[in-house]
């Protein structure tokens, strides 16, 4: 028997376009042979269509356009597809689902059993869970239907699970003969080894194949890597697909000699670039973009958000805007000049000396008698996004903000200022990643990044002689406590007993709690961690901490 | 029997201050001779506690809370207070409940069964529901416990349930004399009278009598309007608490006649004018903030802004920044003046001409032979808020956006410029009512708001003789599209079939598109409706709507 993985990059909503991208990749799958074909979760609308899913009009467009697929493949083979739909009659109750279209026809659905509402999901704020996992004949086989987190609560893998039911138990109590597994499985550093050990855990334990078929593209900030894979009964890998771009792969699932198995490469650097050059590419023509715009100051960051960009949407759509102050030093300029030759982007440069001395004009009677601080350093910053805007406005192109994961954290970056833009692509990826990326980038291509970018001290420059490090720790030191505080939520005590610096770790997390209200306002960013900051990280604004223990 | 509703203003995540105010409020309440006392939910926390609950060390200083709670409170009398808590052994899991405090002990837990996942609510995210709802014998009498959701099931009064089990149903299975419900429930207009009237048909359908204890106070965007309240068995309201403010209710369950009832005020302006003042004076207060700064246009929209702000902080605290340029009209600064003047306010003033010429002039060789457009409005929009901005920086103070929210849901504003601030408080008033809580005022007070500028066509002044009118349709037109369009998610069709102008509908809805990009970076705002911007809105950005039918 030989099933398809249709791993298709949906845009949200885009029903037309959906419904086109499955009949295409179907066609091709039954023209290399296959005898049945199945997509991602949610394929039809695109995961996840968030809050477009309150509206009861947008279901029933679902169906008529599961109808348009089902008639284009109907003398084909049968088509698996993902999609919401209705089920009980007096009062309806949504489901995140599966339908079987076969000769023409809706025959027969399946649904989501677990529904995840943590971090960035929010299924049950949409959807009922179905009431236990099915399966449907075909040519002699029992296959169970999967969606996504319906395979995640093995008791046997996790050592904490957050469901009591597992459909995975359910169906293999059912005697299936293997499970196909219907996913739109966001993309996080090291996940992906996870999840291969998961199903080839569950494939041992109940000797039972495993066809894991996922999502691939950016939707805002979720990124989908792809990489469906096929395991035997023994747990086995015995096919996978491509990473970060489409597939159609045909799975023989009795002859595995005849399958494709791709070396994927899990170095942090490449899934990081991988990723972002994804997230970026697919955010803008998902939103009609062509091309993009940005500030370029000599650093790292920007230099990292430059090269993404280069390399997502051409070096010929993208803008480096040079914005010098009488504090840029000389370098920066030729270190910004030297990048965009190497990337081949354009470059605008506008001094902004005399809008620095018009502020300073303007506020004058108010500011009498006052020392500058950091209002000048954030008036500096601001005008710099106003002039990105303004382009942006007169001459079109996304506004890309270039601030890093552990400067949005700490709250070192100006809003209205550098955190500008319709998209802040690298705000999930901490300092020292942005680096080390930046160091692999420069081994594997010919060097992108002038070196003396990574080599100096990072500033801000917006006074004379500034360093980060004025103010923040090394970034070495800021970046694990950062880990420690916000990805594992350990206290500060613990962190403290860790063996950093009291005062350290007590400074940065008050500057976390701080900063809380410059991220409410950020640009949506591109989920690559455990917990970015973003649709998962709903903190209160107005809140204290207090309590007995501390005081 | 006498039981206290202790409706109560708790800083969320400030145990200490909570706690605090628990033992002051039960300490007046037993002085009045209270047999028992009962807090709203979650009362030790604050409502909503959002992410932070994801911090099990936060969930054993509540225990600690409570228990500190419960020595002070010993040898006065129970005390009901809603806490989060785990249960279960090998695996714990966390509920939204009450812990039932006697005797300086925590002596027993009760949880909520119903846990709401909709709108601003993503309880499932955090809690488990917990299996069925209790009760316990206080003096003879069954109380029934349950917290908020848990009365918002009822298969008779609701159309359409949310829930398949009701536990109001099965406490008066239980046969409970009372049924107390712990509270902190949402304001939005028009939502008091629905609990009224859904708590009196709940009385009379089980002949018992409900107490209903309800938070007060702003928390972020959710404003709690306290309006605690008893009702008889006959469903009659025997007594009712204060509105926009704290209380001690100490309620005589058997003479009634002992009780006070008020007169509450649901007219929609004077309801939309108190949830501003409380929500801006609680995000100020419980930000740390004791000034508040904004730009006065001479329209209405900053004119209502410093009304409230005068109202919630004081005069004294507010600042009224006026910023003209060329385009601002005499009557604009007159205006803003004579409405300073009114309310007492301090004013600035600093002319964005320079800041305007020098941006015109920086940016001239990019636009070299371009003709002026909406870049050179949203430069003067932004110029105004990085002033706005700086004397914050320099001289503290809270910025407050003026945007209302007709303007965010068709864009008719500038992010980064206009759309600044750390509090957007009346993004969720649509236009037309924002005019008629003016008029309100006026009738109410000397006339607050001068005449003119609720008069006059409402008009940005970012270039010569603009009128709002000149893009958007008539306010009066607007919002009911956007009523029908947002809030009840009609789709275009039907509304066009409800007489609207096609043309204006479709270009409505396209300009709410559009403008998602926008919303997604706004201050946080206060919602007064059923559906505001913010963290009851979750669109996908990337995404386009595209169906079978429409085509």
């Known amino acids: 028997m030989r099933i398809a993985l249709l791993q298709i990059n949906p845009i949200v909503c885009d029903l037309r376009k959906n419904a086109e991208k499955i009949v295409l990749a179907a066609g091709k799958a039954f023209e290399k042979g296959a005898d049945i074909c199945v997509t991602p979760e949610l394929a039809i609308i695109g995961y996840p269509p968030r809050d477009l899913l309150l509206n009861p009009q947008l279901i029933d467009n679902c169906e008529e356009a599961l109808n348009w697929v089902a008639q284009r493949t109907k003398n084909l083979g049968p088509v698996l597809t993902g999609t919401p739909f209705w089920s009980g009659h007096d009062q309806k109750v949504l489901h995140n689902g599966a339908c079987l279209l076969k000769g023409g026809e809706l025959t027969r659905y399946f649904g989501k059993t677990l529904l995840p509402s943590y971090d960035v999901f929010d299924e049950q704020r949409y959807f009922s869970a179905y009431e236990g996992p099915g399966y449907f004949d075909f ?12 395979i995640w609560n093995d008791k ?33 550093l090291g996940k992906q080894k996870t999840r291969a050990s998961m199903l080839g855990s569950l494939a041992r334990k109940y000797h039972i194949s495993f066809l894991f078929c996922n999502q691939v593209g950016g939707n805002d900030d979720l990124i989908f890597a792809g990489r469906s894979m096929a395991l035997d009964e023994e747990g086995m890998i015995i096919a996978s697909g491509r990473e970060f771009e489409e597939d159609v792969m045909v799975v023989d699932v009795d002859n595995p000699d005849n399958n494709q198995v791709r070396d994927h490469d899990y170095c942090p650097e490449s899934e990081t670039w991988n990723a972002l050059v994804l997230g970026l590419r697919d955010y803008m023509n998902k939103s009609g973009f062509s091309r993009a715009l940005l500030g370029l100051s000599g650093g790292i960051d920007s230099a990292m958000v430059a090269a ?3 390399r997502a949407v051409g070096p010929e759509n993208v803008t480096g805007v040079l914005m010098p ?33 018009a502020y300073d004009q303007s506020l004058k009677p108010v500011f009498k008698g006052m020392q500058k601080d950091v209002t000048e350093e954030n008036i500096q910053s601001r ?21 890093n994961k552990s400067e949005l954290a700490v709250g070192y970056c100006t809003i209205y200022g550098d955190m500008s833009g319709g998209l802040s692509p690298i705000s999930d990826v901490p300092k020292t990643l942005v680096y080390s990326v930046a160091r692999w980038l420069n081994r ?34 800021l970046d694990q406590i950062l880990h420690l505080h916000i990805q594992c939520l350990v206290p500060e005590e613990k962190i403290i007993a860790e063996g950093f610096d009291p ?6 997390a008050s500057m976390v709690k701080s900063a809380e209200f410059k991220r409410r306002q ?9 917990l970015a900051f973003g649709t998962g990280w709903r903190m209160p604004l107005a809140s204290r901490c207090s309590s007995f223990t501390k005081k």
């Open 383 to 403: 005008i710099r996004g106003n002039l990105l805007m303004a382009i942006s406005n007169k001459l079109g192109g996304l506004v890309l903000a270039t601030g």
């Open 325 to 357: 102050s009488p504090y840029s030093s000389l370098g920066s300029i030729e270190d910004s000049l030297e990048l965009a030759a190497n990337l081949g982007i354009k470059t605008l440069t506008i001094s902004i000396d005399d809008l620095m001395q």
């Open 444 to 477: 594997t291509t010919h060097p992108l990044i002038p070196v003396r970018i990574i080599t100096k001290a990072p500033s801000a420059e917006l006074k004379p002689d500034q360093k980060d490090q004025d103010i923040l720790p090394d970034y070495e030191i």
């Open 503 to 508: 005062e350290t770790v007590r400074s940065v």
């Open 522 to 530: 950020s640009p949506p960013g591109l989920k690559i961690t455990d």
């Open 139 to 150: 040519q002699g086989k029992k296959i169970g239907v999967t969606i996504c987190e319906d």
């Open 308 to 310: 993404v960009a280069a």
């Open 156 to 188: 046997d893998f996790w050592k904490k699970r957050r469901y009591g039911t597992d459909p995975v138990r359910t169906l293999a109590d059912l005697g299936v003969d293997l499970i196909v597994n219907m996913s739109a499985s966001p993309f996080s």
